[in-house]
Protein backbone atom coordinates (compact mmCIF):
# COMPACT_ATOMS: atom_id res chain seq x y z
CA UNK A 1 0.00 0.00 0.00
CA UNK A 2 1.33 3.38 -1.40
CA UNK A 3 -0.04 6.40 0.31
CA UNK A 4 -0.35 9.44 -2.37
CA UNK A 5 0.40 7.10 -5.66
CA UNK A 6 -2.16 9.15 -7.96
CA UNK A 7 1.37 10.92 -8.73
CA UNK A 8 4.60 12.00 -8.91
CA UNK A 9 7.00 9.16 -6.70
CA UNK A 10 4.28 7.21 -5.45
CA UNK A 11 2.82 6.73 -8.73
CA UNK A 12 5.99 5.60 -10.15
CA UNK A 13 6.70 2.57 -7.07
CA UNK A 14 2.81 1.53 -7.45
CA UNK A 15 3.25 1.17 -10.72
CA UNK A 16 6.82 -0.53 -10.63
CA UNK A 17 5.51 -2.80 -7.97
CA UNK A 18 2.80 -3.92 -9.92
CA UNK A 19 5.12 -4.82 -12.85
CA UNK A 20 7.02 -7.15 -10.10
CA UNK A 21 3.54 -8.99 -9.36
CA UNK A 22 2.21 -7.01 -6.19
CA UNK A 23 -1.41 -6.54 -5.43
CA UNK A 24 -0.99 -2.66 -4.89
CA UNK A 25 -3.24 -0.96 -2.83
CA UNK A 26 -3.38 3.31 -4.79
CA UNK A 27 -3.93 5.59 -1.95
CA UNK A 28 -5.08 8.70 -2.71
CA UNK A 29 -6.97 11.56 -0.75
CA UNK A 30 -8.72 12.44 -4.06
CA UNK A 31 -10.54 9.99 -5.26
CA UNK A 32 -11.22 10.44 -8.91
CA UNK A 33 -7.18 11.27 -9.31
CA UNK A 34 -6.69 7.92 -7.30
CA UNK A 35 -9.32 5.69 -9.23
CA UNK A 36 -7.82 6.86 -12.62
CA UNK A 37 -4.07 6.06 -11.25
CA UNK A 38 -5.17 2.37 -10.37
CA UNK A 39 -7.14 1.95 -13.20
CA UNK A 40 -3.87 3.21 -15.41
CA UNK A 41 -1.69 0.79 -13.42
CA UNK A 42 -4.43 -2.39 -13.26
CA UNK A 43 -4.54 -1.80 -17.40
CA UNK A 44 -0.52 -1.57 -18.00
CA UNK A 45 1.32 -3.50 -15.29
CA UNK A 46 -0.96 -5.59 -13.28
CA UNK A 47 -2.83 -5.76 -10.04
CA UNK A 48 -3.95 -2.26 -8.88
CA UNK A 49 -6.65 -1.19 -6.27
CA UNK A 50 -7.81 2.21 -5.22
CA UNK A 51 -7.52 2.91 -1.47
CA UNK A 52 -9.11 6.61 -0.46
CA UNK A 53 -7.07 7.89 2.28
CA UNK A 54 -6.53 11.01 3.66
CA UNK A 55 -2.91 10.47 6.01
CA UNK A 56 -3.68 13.67 7.78
CA UNK A 57 -7.28 12.28 9.01
CA UNK A 58 -7.63 9.89 11.44
CA UNK A 59 -10.85 8.83 10.88
CA UNK A 60 -9.83 8.65 6.80
CA UNK A 61 -6.83 6.37 7.86
CA UNK A 62 -9.54 3.95 10.00
CA UNK A 63 -11.80 3.71 7.30
CA UNK A 64 -8.86 2.75 5.01
CA UNK A 65 -7.67 -0.03 6.41
CA UNK A 66 -11.16 -1.57 7.33
CA UNK A 67 -11.42 -1.35 3.34
CA UNK A 68 -8.47 -2.96 2.88
CA UNK A 69 -9.17 -5.57 5.48
CA UNK A 70 -12.05 -6.61 3.62
CA UNK A 71 -10.00 -7.00 0.35
CA UNK A 72 -6.87 -8.76 1.60
CA UNK A 73 -5.59 -10.34 4.94
CA UNK A 74 -2.39 -9.18 5.46
CA UNK A 75 0.03 -6.15 4.12
CA UNK A 76 3.61 -7.06 3.28
CA UNK A 77 4.80 -3.43 2.55
CA UNK A 78 3.81 -0.07 3.78
CA UNK A 79 5.16 2.95 1.68
CA UNK A 80 4.54 6.44 3.48
CA UNK A 81 5.05 8.58 0.41
CA UNK A 82 2.33 11.25 0.74
CA UNK A 83 4.29 14.51 1.63
CA UNK A 84 3.53 18.56 1.17
CA UNK A 85 5.92 21.33 1.16
CA UNK A 86 3.96 24.54 2.15
CA UNK A 87 6.86 26.93 3.20
CA UNK A 88 9.39 27.45 0.61
CA UNK A 89 12.15 30.36 1.33
CA UNK A 90 10.55 31.37 4.36
CA UNK A 91 12.88 31.96 7.00
CA UNK A 92 12.82 29.67 10.55
CA UNK A 93 11.12 32.84 12.24
CA UNK A 94 8.71 33.61 9.71
CA UNK A 95 6.95 30.11 10.22
CA UNK A 96 3.54 30.86 11.15
CA UNK A 97 2.31 27.82 14.35
CA UNK A 98 -0.33 26.85 11.45
CA UNK A 99 2.18 26.21 8.63
CA UNK A 100 4.40 24.22 11.03
CA UNK A 101 1.06 22.24 12.28
CA UNK A 102 -0.34 20.93 8.87
CA UNK A 103 3.28 20.40 7.58
CA UNK A 104 3.99 17.91 10.30
CA UNK A 105 0.40 16.57 10.45
CA UNK A 106 0.98 14.91 7.08
CA UNK A 107 4.72 14.40 6.58
CA UNK A 108 5.77 13.21 10.45
CA UNK A 109 2.18 12.44 11.90
CA UNK A 110 0.54 10.76 8.76
CA UNK A 111 3.44 8.29 8.18
CA UNK A 112 3.22 7.14 12.22
CA UNK A 113 -0.59 6.83 12.36
CA UNK A 114 -0.82 4.91 8.86
CA UNK A 115 1.85 2.49 10.11
CA UNK A 116 -0.16 2.31 13.18
CA UNK A 117 -3.30 1.25 11.55
CA UNK A 118 -1.98 -1.07 9.45
CA UNK A 119 -0.17 -2.75 11.61
CA UNK A 120 -2.24 -5.46 12.82
CA UNK A 121 -2.19 -6.31 8.95
CA UNK A 122 1.53 -6.13 8.26
CA UNK A 123 2.24 -8.16 11.36
CA UNK A 124 0.40 -11.20 9.31
CA UNK A 125 2.95 -10.71 6.80
CA UNK A 126 5.91 -13.21 7.05
CA UNK A 127 8.44 -9.95 6.27
CA UNK A 128 7.07 -6.84 6.95
CA UNK A 129 8.02 -3.84 6.01
CA UNK A 130 7.66 -0.03 6.38
CA UNK A 131 9.30 2.63 4.07
CA UNK A 132 8.79 6.31 5.01
CA UNK A 133 9.65 8.52 2.37
CA UNK A 134 11.92 11.35 3.76
CA UNK A 135 14.60 13.92 2.14
CA UNK A 136 17.94 14.51 2.30
CA UNK A 137 16.31 18.15 3.44
CA UNK A 138 15.84 16.48 6.84
CA UNK A 139 19.49 15.36 7.46
CA UNK A 140 21.02 16.99 10.53
CA UNK A 141 24.55 16.54 10.02
CA UNK A 142 25.15 18.64 7.32
CA UNK A 143 23.62 21.72 9.14
CA UNK A 144 20.45 23.40 7.45
CA UNK A 145 20.90 25.87 5.10
CA UNK A 146 17.64 27.72 5.66
CA UNK A 147 15.09 27.02 2.93
CA UNK A 148 11.89 24.99 3.77
CA UNK A 149 12.22 24.93 7.82
CA UNK A 150 8.91 23.30 8.56
CA UNK A 151 9.23 20.95 5.70
CA UNK A 152 13.08 20.07 6.92
CA UNK A 153 11.84 19.77 10.35
CA UNK A 154 9.17 17.43 9.62
CA UNK A 155 11.53 15.29 7.65
CA UNK A 156 13.89 15.18 10.65
CA UNK A 157 10.63 14.32 13.11
CA UNK A 158 10.03 11.27 10.30
CA UNK A 159 13.26 9.80 10.38
CA UNK A 160 12.79 9.90 14.42
CA UNK A 161 9.88 7.81 13.79
CA UNK A 162 11.59 5.48 11.76
CA UNK A 163 14.06 4.53 14.39
CA UNK A 164 11.32 4.63 16.58
CA UNK A 165 9.44 2.07 14.64
CA UNK A 166 12.22 -0.27 13.63
CA UNK A 167 13.40 -0.53 17.25
CA UNK A 168 9.57 -1.11 18.50
CA UNK A 169 9.00 -3.99 15.75
CA UNK A 170 11.79 -6.11 15.53
CA UNK A 171 10.42 -8.52 12.93
CA UNK A 172 9.90 -5.53 10.61
CA UNK A 173 12.06 -3.47 8.27
CA UNK A 174 11.46 0.08 8.67
CA UNK A 175 13.47 2.71 7.05
CA UNK A 176 13.61 6.08 5.67
CA UNK A 177 14.48 7.05 1.89
CA UNK A 178 15.29 9.82 0.52
CA UNK A 179 14.53 9.85 -3.55
CA UNK A 180 17.08 12.56 -4.29
CA UNK A 181 15.74 15.75 -6.34
CA UNK A 182 12.84 14.46 -8.26
CA UNK A 183 10.95 15.79 -10.98
CA UNK A 184 7.32 15.77 -9.93
CA UNK A 185 4.87 18.50 -9.03
CA UNK A 186 6.92 19.11 -5.66
CA UNK A 187 10.27 18.69 -7.23
CA UNK A 188 9.91 21.05 -10.20
CA UNK A 189 10.81 20.75 -13.59
CA UNK A 190 14.17 21.69 -13.15
CA UNK A 191 15.11 18.19 -10.60
CA UNK A 192 17.94 16.43 -11.42
CA UNK A 193 16.06 13.19 -11.18
CA UNK A 194 13.79 11.23 -12.97
CA UNK A 195 10.59 9.42 -10.96
CA UNK A 196 11.67 5.85 -12.18
CA UNK A 197 14.97 7.14 -10.65
CA UNK A 198 13.67 8.58 -7.34
CA UNK A 199 11.68 5.18 -7.13
CA UNK A 200 14.61 2.63 -7.21
CA UNK A 201 15.26 2.63 -3.59
CA UNK A 202 12.06 2.45 -2.31
CA UNK A 203 11.23 -0.21 -4.74
CA UNK A 204 14.76 -2.13 -3.74
CA UNK A 205 13.84 -1.48 -0.22
CA UNK A 206 9.77 -2.91 -1.48
CA UNK A 207 10.67 -6.21 -2.83
CA UNK A 208 14.87 -7.15 -2.42
CA UNK A 209 16.50 -5.61 0.11
CA UNK A 210 17.69 -7.93 3.00
CA UNK A 211 14.71 -8.24 5.81
CA UNK A 212 17.35 -7.08 8.33
CA UNK A 213 18.09 -3.83 6.85
CA UNK A 214 16.11 -2.12 9.05
CA UNK A 215 16.59 1.33 11.14
CA UNK A 216 18.56 3.37 8.35
CA UNK A 217 18.37 6.01 6.25
CA UNK A 218 19.05 5.19 2.35
CA UNK A 219 19.51 6.86 -1.11
CA UNK A 220 20.62 5.01 -4.11
CA UNK A 221 20.35 2.00 -2.76
CA UNK A 222 23.07 2.92 0.34
CA UNK A 223 23.27 4.13 3.82
CA UNK A 224 23.63 7.70 4.66
CA UNK A 225 24.06 10.12 7.30
CA UNK A 226 20.96 11.17 10.07
N1 LIG B 1 10.27 15.50 -5.52
C1 LIG B 1 11.38 15.61 -4.79
O1 LIG B 1 12.38 16.19 -5.24
C2 LIG B 1 11.44 15.02 -3.40
C3 LIG B 1 12.67 15.09 -2.71
C4 LIG B 1 12.77 14.53 -1.44
C5 LIG B 1 11.65 13.92 -0.89
N2 LIG B 1 10.47 13.88 -1.56
C6 LIG B 1 9.33 13.22 -0.91
O2 LIG B 1 8.75 12.27 -1.78
C7 LIG B 1 7.36 12.11 -1.47
C8 LIG B 1 6.56 12.20 -2.77
O3 LIG B 1 6.79 13.50 -3.32
P1 LIG B 1 6.52 13.87 -4.84
O4 LIG B 1 7.71 14.63 -5.31
O5 LIG B 1 6.04 12.70 -5.59
O6 LIG B 1 5.36 14.96 -4.63
P2 LIG B 1 3.99 15.22 -5.39
O7 LIG B 1 4.10 14.93 -6.84
O8 LIG B 1 3.57 16.57 -4.93
O9 LIG B 1 3.01 14.11 -4.77
C9 LIG B 1 2.67 14.15 -3.42
C10 LIG B 1 1.58 13.13 -3.17
O10 LIG B 1 1.22 13.17 -1.78
C11 LIG B 1 -0.19 13.28 -1.72
N3 LIG B 1 -0.64 13.87 -0.46
C12 LIG B 1 -0.31 15.05 0.11
N4 LIG B 1 -0.97 15.21 1.26
C13 LIG B 1 -1.72 14.10 1.44
C14 LIG B 1 -2.61 13.66 2.45
N5 LIG B 1 -2.90 14.41 3.51
N6 LIG B 1 -3.17 12.43 2.31
C15 LIG B 1 -2.92 11.66 1.23
N7 LIG B 1 -2.12 12.03 0.23
C16 LIG B 1 -1.52 13.23 0.34
C17 LIG B 1 -0.57 14.12 -2.92
O11 LIG B 1 -1.96 14.04 -3.18
P3 LIG B 1 -2.76 15.18 -4.00
O12 LIG B 1 -2.54 14.92 -5.47
O13 LIG B 1 -4.17 14.97 -3.58
O14 LIG B 1 -2.21 16.52 -3.58
C18 LIG B 1 0.29 13.43 -3.97
O15 LIG B 1 -0.29 12.22 -4.37
C19 LIG B 1 7.02 13.20 -0.45
O16 LIG B 1 7.00 12.64 0.84
C20 LIG B 1 8.17 14.17 -0.58
O17 LIG B 1 8.39 14.91 0.59
C21 LIG B 1 10.33 14.42 -2.81
Known amino acids: MITG ?14 A ?18 ADEIGKKCGKATFLEI ?6 SVATAMREF ?16 IVDGDDAILEIS ?8 ETNTLGPLRVTRAFAPSLRKSEAPRVINVSSGGGQLSDGADGWAPAYCISKTALNGVTVQLAAALPKFAVNSVCPGWVRTDMGGENASRSVEEGA ?9 APQDVTGKFLRDRKEIPW
Open 5 to 18: ANKGIGHEVARQLA
Open 20 to 37: KGFHVFVGARNAKAGHKA
Open 54 to 59: DVADND
Open 69 to 84: SNIEDHLDVLVNNAGI
Open 97 to 104: DELFRKTL
Open 200 to 208: DTIVWLASE
